[in-house]
């Protein structure tokens, strides 16, 4: 299997891992950050701070933590999950320059253990910056929503408030359980991809939040479980994204695990899906997430940013040459 | 940042190498990062090859959670894990019984103490350091036993562990408990004048048959050596400061230096032949052997030190071999008040009977800049010089105490009284 950085690393790219002092974060997981180019041209992440630490026993699984090979260690007495997100501005060598928590308003109390604004896909529609992502503190059984939050970002003095929320009913019913991972198109502004195969783009309206199915493109692929991940781009004239797919099991002791691969999928400028890659992992991890991509300001290399564990987060500049063999992998592949 | 770039691209390529792995996991960790090091840490423990390595990665997953602080599962799991890998290494006994005595579940902190001073000493190295000591966990053991009944043995470890124990932190730990129990470590005045006279004896001059000359100025700035000093000699300096006459004095008679001072960017001024090494002199930085080797021939040396208290540890790290290398050594002896403390009075002791090993002393000079102290009866000052001089190189006078056996204490409950130093 392709260690994506390795090959970006191997053909001239870079990878930088995204920190943020302990002073904020008391040393818990920096995860799955989301990169974004803006109009003004700077290198944006969103970076999600959470106040666990993801145990993982990997291999031979010989040392697993307390409760099990897989397990969020938060704090013994607190059993929330609880997530903040900071806006990181990166420079041309992808180091963080500039860091702000996003002060969230509080317009409800959490009642679920998941707390927070979750994955939230950075992009800037309409020159209103916007975070976009899953939460599920506002039931009691923890259901999820979209939601977006509007950020006012205020570059001179990097400070980061959200000053508007709205929530997504599921189009339908609205009667599912948790949606999550619907990943923006970057060039269709409130446009979605909620399921990738088969590919299903819903449009919200950015007042309400009213969602419907804009495009359902039924298909006979092989139901490969693609969920979202990165945004999904334009590349040449192609659209394309990282999802990624999860093996959710239980061991003998009924302890959970997981693998997560990602793959790259490409849509035509239609959203007709035309191929998905073969899967691959970003750093040789079992558990990794990846919640951005970008065109670099070079406007040939592709910015792509994951949570390693979700302990680690990283951004990783993919040369062209390794996105477009990516590319022509999917293309080549199809539905196989 | 950098560091921490480097050492991921490297493990991009290639995640299977541990020591990698590790590396990446101390950087984290160091960056305080404890979430994403913990991942590193885990990786390397579950992918190694090597016990040791795995080992010492479950003793960093555990303490980067402890780090966190509120994961005591996670913490103590991770060094029972450690404990059931390799049973007989003590590092991780000691880790887990500073953790139940931070939990205060005194009988396990005093059971896993114990079991972990039993242990095998001979282990292979660790890839990280733990600071680990046996006298840790001898403190561990002392600290327990106090509170779960054993207050005899909690007194008897503790003035055993005053006797032994130089860390700083631990004296003082051990120091405070001390008082606390209403023990009083202080040498009386019979175990000060044995020390006092331990070392008097050993800092007992020689009378060489050579001629003395002063090099340098006055004050601070010279010293009295032997004057059969020639160009061919090569003077290894240690402790420059604000003055170098003595060094420059040297170099007028053609005697090439290197010198030594890690205070100082520079030397004061220019000595004709020298070269400056901006490096502290210890066992841990640069030795007396690193000296010797930097030196253009082992024939001819002289050393001067004056590195302000720790002449002791250089000298205890310092194989006899190099040491007999010198033809005349100045020492400067620093900080005497502190007889009283044992471990000071043996690491004293140790380096005088060590320099008497291979030279004998011809000259102790009390600096009167300093305080001079009446310790066991006798007057010892705080700081003096001593020159040294190879027993092998020169001529020396047999010596007869002509009032040896003769004289007899007034009160015998008192120890004689010394009227020089030495």
Same mark, same amino acid.
């Given at each position: 299997?392709?260690?994506?950085?390795?090959?970006?690393?191997?053909?001239?790219?870079?990878?930088?891992?995204?920190?943020?002092?302990?002073?904020?974060?008391?040393?818990?997981?920096?995860?799955?950050?989301?990169?974004?180019?803006?109009?003004?041209?700077?290198?944006?992440?969103?970076?999600?701070?959470?106040?666990?630490?993801?145990?993982?026993?990997?291999?031979?699984?010989?040392?697993?933590?307390?409760?099990?090979?897989?397990?969020?260690?938060?704090?013994?007495?607190?059993?929330?999950?609880?997530?903040?997100?900071?806006?990181?501005?990166?420079?041309?060598?992808?180091?963080?320059?500039?860091?702000?928590?996003?002060?969230?308003?509080?317009?409800?109390?959490?009642?679920?253990?998941?707390?927070?604004?979750?994955?939230?896909?950075?992009?800037?529609?309409?020159?209103?910056?916007?975070?976009?992502?899953?939460?599920?503190?506002?039931?009691?059984?923890?259901?999820?929503?979209?939601?977006?939050?509007?950020?006012?970002?205020?570059?001179?003095?990097?400070?980061?408030?959200?000053?508007?929320?709205?929530?997504?009913?599921?189009?339908?019913?609205?009667?599912?359980?948790?949606?999550?991972?619907?990943?923006?198109?970057?060039?269709?502004?409130?446009?979605?991809?909620?399921?990738?195969?088969?590919?299903?783009?819903?449009?919200?309206?950015?007042?309400?939040?009213?969602?419907?199915?804009?495009?359902?493109?039924?298909?006979?692929?092989?139901?490969?479980?693609?969920?979202?991940?990165?945004?999904?781009?334009?590349?040449?004239?192609?659209?394309?994204?990282?999802?990624?797919?999860?093996?959710?099991?239980?061991?003998?002791?009924?302890?959970?695990?997981?693998?997560?691969?990602?793959?790259?999928?490409?849509?035509?400028?239609?959203?007709?899906?035309?191929?998905?890659?073969?899967?691959?992992?970003?750093?040789?991890?079992?558990?990794?997430?990846?919640?951005?991509?970008?065109?670099?300001?070079?406007?040939?290399?592709?910015?792509?940013?994951?949570?390693?564990?979700?302990?680690?987060?990283?951004?990783?500049?993919?040369?062209?040459?390794?996105?477009?063999?990516?590319?022509?992998?999917?293309?080549?592949?199809?539905?196989? | 940042?950098?560091?921490?770039?480097?050492?991921?691209?490297?493990?991009?390529?290639?995640?299977?190498?541990?020591?990698?792995?590790?590396?990446?996991?101390?950087?984290?960790?160091?960056?305080?990062?404890?979430?994403?090091?913990?991942?590193?840490?885990?990786?390397?423990?579950?992918?190694?090859?090597?016990?040791?390595?795995?080992?010492?990665?479950?003793?960093?997953?555990?303490?980067?959670?402890?780090?966190?602080?509120?994961?005591?599962?996670?913490?103590?799991?991770?060094?029972?894990?450690?404990?059931?890998?390799?049973?007989?290494?003590?590092?991780?006994?000691?880790?887990?019984?500073?953790?139940?005595?931070?939990?205060?579940?005194?009988?396990?902190?005093?059971?896993?103490?114990?079991?972990?001073?039993?242990?095998?000493?001979?282990?292979?190295?660790?890839?990280?350091?733990?600071?680990?000591?046996?006298?840790?966990?001898?403190?561990?053991?002392?600290?327990?036993?106090?509170?779960?009944?054993?207050?005899?043995?909690?007194?008897?470890?503790?003035?055993?562990?005053?006797?032994?124990?130089?860390?700083?932190?631990?004296?003082?730990?051990?120091?405070?408990?001390?008082?606390?129990?209403?023990?009083?470590?202080?040498?009386?005045?019979?175990?000060?004048?044995?020390?006092?006279?331990?070392?008097?004896?050993?800092?007992?001059?020689?009378?060489?048959?050579?001629?003395?000359?002063?090099?340098?100025?006055?004050?601070?700035?010279?010293?009295?050596?032997?004057?059969?000093?020639?160009?061919?000699?090569?003077?290894?300096?240690?402790?420059?400061?604000?003055?170098?006459?003595?060094?420059?004095?040297?170099?007028?008679?053609?005697?090439?230096?290197?010198?030594?001072?890690?205070?100082?960017?520079?030397?004061?001024?220019?000595?004709? $032949?020298?070269?400056?090494?901006? /490096? +502290?002199?210890? &066992?841990?930085?640069?030795?007396? !052997?690193?000296?010797?080797?930097?030196? #253009?021939?082992?024939?001819?040396?002289?050393?001067?030190?004056?590195?302000?208290?720790?002449?002791?540890?250089?000298?205890?790290?310092?194989?006899?071999?190099?040491?007999?290398?010198?033809?005349?050594?100045?020492?400067?002896?620093?900080?005497?008040?502190?007889?009283?403390?044992?471990?000071?009075?043996?690491?004293?002791?140790?380096?005088?009977?060590?320099?008497?090993?291979?030279?004998?002393?011809?000259?102790?000079?009390?600096?009167?800049?300093?305080?001079?102290?009446?310790?066991?009866?006798?007057?010892?000052?705080?700081?003096?010089?001593?020159?040294?001089?190879?027993? $092998?190189?020169?001529?020396?006078? /047999? +010596?007869?105490? &002509?009032?040896?056996?003769?004289? !007899?204490?007034?009160?015998?409950?008192? #120890?004689?009284?010394?009227?020089?130093?030495?």
């Amino acid at each position: 299997m392709t260690n994506l950085v390795q090959k970006c690393i191997q053909s001239g790219g870079r990878i930088a891992p995204i920190v943020i002092p302990n002073g904020l974060t008391a040393g818990t997981g920096l995860m799955n950050p989301s990169v974004f180019v803006d109009s003004d041209g700077d290198i944006l992440v969103n970076l999600r701070h959470v106040n666990y630490t993801l145990y993982h026993a990997e291999g031979e699984q010989k040392y697993p933590s307390y409760w099990g090979p897989l397990a969020y260690l938060h704090p013994e007495k607190d059993l929330r999950l609880v997530t903040e997100n900071y806006i990181c501005r990166l420079n041309s060598d992808l180091e963080v320059t500039d860091y702000a928590r996003v002060e969230m308003m509080t317009l409800h109390e959490p009642i679920w253990e998941f707390v927070g604004l979750e994955d939230a896909r950075l992009v800037e529609w309409n020159g209103e910056y916007l975070l976009v992502g899953v939460r599920r503190d506002t039931t009691t059984n923890g259901q999820g929503r979209m939601e977006i939050s509007t950020i006012d970002l205020d570059k001179p003095s990097w400070t980061a408030t959200e000053i508007n929320r709205v929530r997504i009913p599921a189009p339908g019913a609205d009667d599912s359980y948790c949606e999550k991972n619907w990943v923006p198109i970057l060039d269709r502004p409130f446009e979605f991809v909620k399921w990738s195969i088969p590919t299903e783009v819903v449009s919200v309206d950015s007042g309400t939040g009213a969602s419907e199915t804009a495009i359902l493109r039924e298909s006979d692929w092989a139901d490969k479980d693609q969920r979202g991940s990165s945004h999904v781009i334009r590349f040449v004239q192609y659209y394309i994204s990282v999802t990624h797919e999860v093996a959710l099991f239980n061991n003998y002791l009924g302890q959970k695990d997981a693998v997560y691969r990602h793959r790259l999928l490409v849509w035509d400028k239609e959203m007709n899906l035309l191929g998905a890659s073969n899967p691959f992992s970003f750093l040789d991890a079992q558990v990794e997430f990846c919640v951005g991509a970008a065109i670099h300001p070079n406007e040939m290399d592709v910015l792509l940013s994951f949570g390693y564990q979700d302990n680690a987060a990283f951004i990783l500049q993919v040369p062209n040459m390794v996105i477009t063999d990516l590319l022509k992998e999917a293309l080549t592949n199809g539905n196989a | 940042m950098a560091t921490l770039n480097k050492l991921i691209e490297q493990f991009s390529i290639d995640s299977t190498d541990i020591s990698l792995c590790l590396k990446v996991a101390q950087e984290y960790e160091r960056l305080e990062q404890y979430a994403s090091a913990v991942s590193f840490y885990l990786k390397a423990a579950e992918f190694s090859k090597h016990d040791v390595d795995t080992y010492a990665a479950l003793m960093k997953v555990s303490a980067c959670f402890q780090k966190q602080d509120n994961r005591d599962h996670t913490v103590e799991n991770a060094l029972l894990q450690a404990i059931a890998l390799i049973p007989n290494r003590p590092e991780a006994y000691l880790s887990l019984s500073q953790y139940y005595e931070r939990k205060k579940e005194w009988q396990k902190c005093y059971t896993v103490a114990s079991i972990g001073y039993s242990t095998y000493e001979n282990n292979p190295d660790l890839p990280i350091d733990f600071g680990f000591s046996y006298p840790a966990l001898e403190f561990q053991m002392a600290i327990a036993a106090w509170w779960i009944g054993r207050q005899e043995e909690s007194k008897r470890l503790l003035i055993s562990l005053s006797k032994r124990v130089t860390d700083p932190v631990y004296k003082e730990a051990i120091k405070n408990n001390l008082i606390l129990m209403d023990v009083d470590v202080t040498p009386t005045v019979h175990e000060m004048a044995d020390r006092v006279n331990a070392i008097r004896e050993l800092l007992a001059l020689e009378v060489a048959d050579v001629e003395y000359e002063r090099f340098g100025s006055t004050g601070d700035g010279g010293y009295v050596m032997a004057n059969d000093i020639t160009d061919k000699d090569f003077l290894v300096s240690f402790g420059v400061g604000d003055n170098v006459d003595f060094e420059y004095a040297l170099s007028l008679r053609g005697v090439k230096t290197h010198l030594y001072d890690y205070t100082v960017e520079q030397l004061p001024r220019d000595v004709p $032949d020298a070269f400056f090494y901006q /490096e +502290k002199i210890g &066992p841990e930085d640069t030795t007396i !052997s690193d000296a010797i080797a930097r030196a #253009p021939s082992k024939n001819n040396l002289l050393l001067k030190m004056d590195i302000e208290g720790a002449e002791f540890e250089t000298i205890a790290s310092t194989p006899l071999a190099d040491l007999q290398l010198f033809r005349q050594i100045t020492l400067e002896v620093h900080w005497m008040n502190q007889l009283e403390d044992y471990p000071f009075y043996i690491a004293a002791r140790n380096a005088f009977q060590k320099l008497r090993a291979t030279h004998f002393p011809v000259l102790v000079h009390a600096n009167n800049d300093r305080p001079l102290m009446v310790l066991g009866n006798a007057p010892v000052p705080v700081v003096f010089e001593v020159l040294y001089l190879n027993r $092998d190189l020169y001529k020396f006078e /047999e +010596k007869k105490d &002509p009032f040896q056996g003769l004289l !007899s204490k007034n009160l015998e409950a008192l #120890p004689e009284m010394g009227l020089s130093f030495p």
